[in-house]
């Protein structure tokens, strides 16, 4: 379980370190092998954060509210911190 959260945790690195945030992940969204390996999956709602390291939400779509950080839902502001959540 260690493992799989530490390539969890190493996705979402790799995703920030690409200027993105994801803004959907959860566990319907990892993906396990047989060797037990995660990937991350369902880049629908994934942005680029290139120039402000944030993305703010316009307009009305559709968001994952049950599992979005505080600040995402009050603010409509998706960062790497808010990914983690």
């Known amino acids: 379980m260690v493992q799989m959260t530490a390539e969890i945790a190493d996705g979402m690195a790799y995703l920030n370190?690409?200027?993105?945030?994801?803004?959907d992940?959860?566990?319907?969204?990892?993906?396990?092998?047989q060797d037990f390996t995660v990937k991350i999956g369902d880049f629908g709602?994934?942005?680029?954060i290139y120039e402000?390291?944030?993305?703010?939400?316009?307009?009305k779509?559709?968001?994952p509210v049950r599992w979005m950080a505080p600040e995402s839902l009050k603010d409509g502001v998706?960062?790497?911190h808010s990914d983690c959540w």
């Open 17 to 23: 370190a690409k200027k993105f945030v994801h803004r």
């Open 25 to 33: 992940l959860a566990a319907r969204n990892c993906m396990v092998a």
């Open 45 to 48: 709602m994934t942005r680029d």
């Open 52 to 59: 402000t390291d944030y993305y703010r939400k316009g307009g």
């Open 61 to 63: 779509g559709l968001l």
């Open 78 to 80: 998706f960062t790497a």
